[in-house]
Nanobody, 114 residues
Framework: QVQLVESGGGLVQPGGSLRLSCAASGSLFSLYAMGWYRQAPGKQRELVANIISGGSTNYADSVKGRFTISRDNARRTVYLHLNSLKPEDTAVYYC????????WGQGTQVTVSS
C-alpha cells in the first residue's frame, strides 16, 4: 500500500507561482511512476504532468513551459512547480503513483484569482 500526501496549494493571483509537494510512503519510491492530475469543477480529471522512474517527463499542452515536475527519491517526494498561473489553472490537484497498482492522494486546492 502506497500513501500519498499532497501539500502546497492555496490562493494565488494570476501570474503567480506555487510549488506543490507530494510525499509518498514505501521504500520502492524510486521505481514509482509519479504524476499530477487536476480536476476543475464540472470537469473530468486530467493529466497535468508525469515523471517516470528514469526521470523522463511528460506535460499536458496547456501547462508546457509553465509547470515543471520533478522528484527527489531520497525524500520520496515529487514536486510540481506552477508558474505564470492563470485562472483556468484553478482546480484540485491530485498526486498519483503507479507501481503495480494506482494510488491517489487526497488532493490540494489551487485557486488562481485576483
Amino acid at each position: 500500500q502506497v500513501q500519498l500526501v499532497e501539500s502546497g496549494g492555496g490562493l494565488v493571483q494570476p501570474g503567480g507561482s506555487l510549488r506543490l509537494s507530494c510525499a509518498a510512503s514505501g521504500s520502492l519510491f524510486s521505481l514509482y511512476a509519479m504524476g499530477w492530475y487536476r480536476q476543475a469543477p464540472g470537469k473530468q480529471r486530467e493529466l497535468v504532468a508525469n515523471i517516470i522512474s528514469g526521470g523522463s517527463t511528460n506535460y499536458a499542452d496547456s501547462v508546457k513551459g509553465r509547470f515543471t515536475i520533478s522528484r527527489d527519491n531520497a525524500r520520496r517526494t515529487v514536486y510540481l512547480h506552477l508558474n505564470s498561473l492563470k485562472p483556468e489553472d484553478t482546480a484540485v490537484y491530485y498526486c498519483n503513483a503507479r507501481y503495480i497498482k494506482i494510488y491517489w492522494g487526497q488532493g490540494t486546492q489551487v485557486t488562481v484569482s485576483s
